[in-house]
């Protein structure tokens, strides 16, 4: 019987806002349209500096609008994972972290409770070159709330006490003042993003954008910068990890372009605002930073042209729209080729809502000409192909990588299953290998490798990978005999890897089962496979991928929706572990230590108790019980 509530509770979260159960609100009572308080967004073109002056990047000289292939002594065709320029040169940001009640945001609707980067829902871009070194002060001055920092698909060789993943490479950082500094090269270049890997805090507002200058596949005339995408809720993050406990998440209530949006029925807000150059060809980073919803990408009238996925360039592939789940990059060029005016750059949602959608009806952000007149585009366009979920399967690396297939054995060891268990309390538990990932804030999995002791808890879901530069295999299978299963976009700290292959692509609304077996051999790629560090777990199906043992460390791989991750949906290979131990460098010992030892002397005056898995927090930290009962 709880099986069959569980099912229900999420097929109400899925359907219902699509008027399927009930009709979406279509007025805006409930969204508290107040007149906008102090604390509002910056204007689009200050976003990035309003604090600090935005820091020169020079490319070398070669790096010219007919030649991105070239960067110095290096180009396009170097492999970042065996070369590449180390510059010297530190880049250095300070990011301050607040707490707002009652804020309105971009859209006009005010929001109980928001966190912020350098006083904004977005924090400033992090810029340098590929070489340099990022050194990154972050201040927490949040009321109650630790908080550590991750630098999204950065694989952190040799620093991976930096990763900021809390209760696997550090301790929170301690509200009311605590700092600490994280420093890491850019061995790799490309579009990126950080957000804080404490509680739900990136979904309220703990989130920005990184970008490393290196090589492309494509010469271009114009880099747009990043432009990250990201669903909106008017509830915190922390309320809605709390209801999705016990059913279906909700959609989002808006969708925010670098930023900015505009409400469906009050017109609040502004579009973000995109300038194109007639005759030229365009990058644009685009950035998934949400947390719950995927997105479906196309710009009205032109094609794009992808070169680069996640931070691993491609060859160039000309596209009509791309799907971008959680935390997947990829960098486009668009031509400047079309008629001078407006047009819409549209966000759709696919999979018969499997994963995501929006009560905003049409969000949009404006690509406009330069030299056409200001103004909303007239024509919406032509919806894109239905992507079901699922990532493009056949992007090219322009750096190749042969591995073996053929000689893979599906095995006890090599395989993840992962479940959803409705059976206790709460409703929904999330599980990998048969194990909700708990981790502790207090003695982080470094923890133990420091002090050599291999007796982890089981509920941290460590697996140990002592192999050295070999290929391992992980066979991840989504839920295949359970009552009902979900796409999931998997991350992998610490690693690219390569996508080897996955079940047939259906609907994942058809629930179709497919468990690997050796007939599925034959559908695996092992010359030059898609590379990246997110991938979609097709809904019951499976997904087999592979990275090499050459970086050691402890590294999460966990589903980037929020609300699963919190419930449990993570294991952490811990790769190496007497060679990691090594490594450490006194200098990382000493923040280690200085950071956890601050955090445990704040850790007995917390308020509030530590309530899911610790990489996303169930109780809205910082804000009284009553409240939470009288919203």
């Not at 585009?377 to 053929?406: E, I, Y």
């Not at 599906?410 to 395989?415: A, I, L």
Request: neutral net charge; contains cysteine; charged residues 15%.
């Amino acid at each position: 019987m709880k099986s069959f509530i569980g099912v229900a509770a999420l097929l109400m979260g899925i359907l219902a806002p699509r008027g399927i159960f009930a009709a979406p609100p279509v007025t805006p009572v409930q969204r508290d349209l107040a007149p906008r308080d102090l604390v509002v967004p910056l204007p689009l073109e200050e976003r990035d500096s309003h604090l600090e002056a935005r820091q020169a990047i020079t490319p070398p000289s070669c790096h010219t609008a007919s030649n991105r292939a070239c960067w110095g002594s290096f180009n396009i065709n170097t492999d970042y994972e065996v070369a590449g320029p180390n510059t010297g040169v530190v880049r250095s940001y300070t990011l301050t972290l607040t707490e707002v009640d009652n804020w309105t945001g971009p859209d006009g609707v005010v929001k109980h409770k928001v966190m912020l980067v350098n006083g904004n829902i977005l924090g400033p871009t992090l810029e340098a070159n590929w070489g340099d070194t990022f050194q990154i002060n972050v201040i927490n001055n949040l009321r109650t709330n630790g908080t550590t920092i991750h630098w999204h698909g950065f694989h952190q060789k040799g620093s991976n006490l930096h990763d900021g993943a809390n209760g696997v490479t550090d301790c929170p950082i301690p509200p009311k003042g605590g700092s600490r500094i994280y420093r890491f090269r850019a061995q790799q270049y490309g579009t990126s993003w950080y957000h804080s890997h404490f509680s739900a805090q990136y979904g309220n507002g703990i989130v920005g954008t990184i970008v490393v200058h290196g090589p492309a596949s494509l010469p271009y005339d114009i880099d747009l910068g990043a432009f990250p995408i990201t669903d909106y809720y008017y509830k915190s993050a922390d309320e809605l990890v709390e209801l999705t406990k016990n059913a279906g998440p909700p959609f989002g209530d808006n969708v925010l372009f670098k930023g900015l949006g505009k409400h469906p029925v009050t017109g609040v807000g502004q579009y973000a605002n995109i300038t194109l150059t007639p005759g030229k060809r365009h990058r644009l980073r685009l950035i998934n930073t949400s947390t719950e919803n995927h997105f479906q990408l196309n710009l009205q009238n032109h094609s794009m042209t992808i070169i680069a996925s996640d931070m691993v360039p491609v060859q160039a592939q000309t596209v009509n729209s791309v799907f971008l789940a959680v935390g997947q990059r990829l960098d486009v060029t668009i031509d400047g080729n079309q008629s001078i005016g407006n047009y819409w750059f549209n966000v759709t949602f696919g999979g018969q809502a499997f994963c995501g959608g929006s009560l905003h009806p049409n969000p949009a952000a404006i690509f406009h000409y330069a030299g056409a007149p200001g103004g909303v585009p007239t024509n919406r366009g032509v919806a894109p192909v239905d992507h079901q979920c699922l990532d493009l399967p056949n992007l090219t690396p322009v750096v190749s990588r042969t591995v073996p297939v053929n000689n893979f054995v599906k095995k006890v060891d090599n395989t993840l299953p992962v479940t959803l268990d409705l059976s206790g309390t709460p409703l929904f538990v999330w599980k990998v290998n048969g194990s909700a990932i708990d981790v502790d804030w207090q003695k982080p999995t470094v923890d133990f490798v420091l002090s050599q002791n291999t007796s982890y808890p089981p509920e941290a879901n460590v697996i140990t990978v002592n192999s050295v530069n070999q290929w391992t295999y992980w066979l991840i299978e989504n839920d295949p005999d359970g009552p009902f299963s979900l796409p999931h976009p998997m991350h992998l700290h610490g690693h690219d890897f390569v996508v080897l292959g996955r079940s047939p692509d259906v609907q994942p609304g058809s629930q179709q089962r497919f468990v690997f077996s050796p007939a599925d051999l034959g559908r695996l790629r092992g010359n030059n496979p898609v590379r990246r560090d997110v991938t979609m777990l097709p809904a019951k199906g499976w997904l087999l991928i592979a990275f090499k043992s050459d970086n050691p460390g402890a590294w999460l791989f966990h589903c980037h929706i929020a609300w699963h991750v919190s419930g449990g949906l993570s294991v952490q290979y811990l790769e190496r572990p007497n060679e990691f131990r090594q490594q450490i460098s006194t200098a990382d010992r000493t923040i280690h230590d200085n950071v956890c030892n601050a955090w445990r002397a704040y850790w007995p005056t917390n308020p509030f108790p530590k309530g899911d898995s610790g990489l996303r927090k169930r109780k809205n930290v910082g804000e009284s019980e009553e409240w939470m009962i009288r919203t």
